[in-house]
């Protein structure tokens, strides 16, 4: 069993609020993702992350910011939600190194602004 | 720019085996290839993953092509529980390139 969190499961929220989605894991793993995924289609990555500190954007283009204070801890916020946000977000972790490992997915936060 | 390629759905009979073709025909050297599942949009779960060599474990099989570029994932005697999104992923090392995906219908 993968020991990453999500939290909260679902949200629905109103236009320009600000919103923090958090994702915490307990395997001491040092890379972790952010990805967004629209219904019916394919995870697309938003932010990454290499450890403490180290932050990146990933394919898709993302209002969201995220930050790496701690190794278990990776928040994705949103200053101003919008309607366009709408969307369900994954986060996933996996351990340091090349292409042979694999990615631990959380349950997802499915957002939903009015 | 997709890296990979798969049909976007599949029917398979429950107790026959489900094989799930995908193309990554511009896989590099040392990226693998993986194999996930999503079932109603939950987190995605991990089935197998396999650089050239065929890999087996307890969930599948995955069968990858010489040239390797392409792959085929077998679960040898699909149940209802089967059903889902089941994606192809190459594996550069710094990021998983998911597919579109197969959405596996297994009919009692």
């Known amino acids: 069993e993968a020991d990453i969190y999500q939290i909260p499961r679902y949200l629905v929220i109103g236009t320009g609020k600000k919103i923090t989605l958090e994702c915490s894991q307990t395997?001491?793993?040092?890379?972790m993702y952010w990805y967004q995924q629209d219904p019916g289609m394919e995870l697309h990555l938003i932010h990454y992350s290499y450890g403490v500190n180290s932050t990146e954007k990933g394919d898709l283009s993302s209002e969201s910011t995220v930050s790496r204070i701690r190794t278990e801890h990776f928040p994705l916020t949103l200053e101003s939600a919008r309607p366009s946000h709408t969307s369900q977000y994954l986060c996933?972790?996996?351990?340091?190194?090349?292409?042979?490992?694999?990615?631990?997915f959380g349950p997802g936060t499915r957002l939903t602004v009015l | 720019d997709a890296k990979t390629t798969q049909p976007p759905s599949m029917d398979c009979a429950e107790g026959r085996a489900a094989n799930l073709p995908c193309n990554h025909s511009?896989?590099?050297?040392?990226?693998?290839v993986y194999w996930y599942r999503q079932i109603h949009s939950q987190g995605p779960q991990y089935i197998i993953h396999g650089l050239k060599n065929n890999e087996t474990n307890e969930m599948a099989s995955l069968i990858i092509t010489e040239d390797r570029k392409s792959s085929t994932l077998i679960l040898p005697h699909a149940t209802l529980r089967d059903t889902a999104v089941y994606y192809c992923i190459v594996n550069t090392g710094n990021q998983f390139y998911f597919g579109t995906g197969t959405s596996l219908t297994v009919i009692p």
């Open positions: 996933a972790s996996s351990e340091a190194g090349g292409a042979q490992n694999e990615q631990f």
């Open positions: 511009t896989i590099s050297g040392n990226e693998y």
């Open positions: 395997m001491g793993h040092d890379k």
